[in-house]
């Protein structure tokens, strides 16, 4: 069995996690924040889109934005010397596409159950909205941060519609758990695709269970 679609996987999937994680908490705050239900609307649908959209088309907007024949992916082959299109780093832009609406939908949830009592009193005690965003909401909105979290390293790690189509499915470069399973059926060895796929499911069921653990002991110290 070919080792290097683990290795792969949970590459991608950690940096995928760590750029979402961060990315979809911001977001949610600046949405949460904005005072216009319009733009608020506008936004919650845009950042939201990657969650309803089918994954390839995601990743047929993904190709067509990075693909070596398009301006940004010029941009970075001249520039940077870097080829994005099929290359590693298109599975992790895969990645944290889909898996962005997961992590941002949670956060923002949480951040409107936090009792807006307490943001008005932390105004009131003329807190930053940056020391409010630390103190008061995060404080209080990380249960729904945790399980946000879980859910975004999940589908990372599950990807398979969007990687395909701007990352490729090259052995050892590029051919992620998901992926090589696919192959593996595809080619009729069964036995190997078993394998993967029990892997997946304990990968995915031990993150979840160390997730919750954690958001347990923080739940249990905020009491």
Known sequence: ????PIFISMKTAGLSIFVTFFLGILSAWA???MKNETWKLFWDGILTLPLVLPPTVAGFFLLYIFGVK???GQFFIEY???KIAFSWIATVIAAVVMSFPLMYRSARGAFEQVDQNLVAAARTLGMSEWSIFR???MANAVPGV???GVLAFARGLGEFGATAMIA???AGKTRTLPMAVYSEVAAGNMDTAYRYVAIIVVIAFISVVLMNLAALRTG???R
């Open 1 to 4: 069995m070919d080792w290097s």
């Open 70 to 72: 398009r301006p940004l």
């Open 135 to 137: 103190r008061v909401l």
């Open 146 to 148: 945790v399980s946000g």
């Open 80 to 82: 940077f010397s870097v």
């Open 168 to 170: 490729g499915n090259i």
């Open 220 to 222: 249990n110290r905020r």
């Open 31 to 33: 949405v949460v924040s």
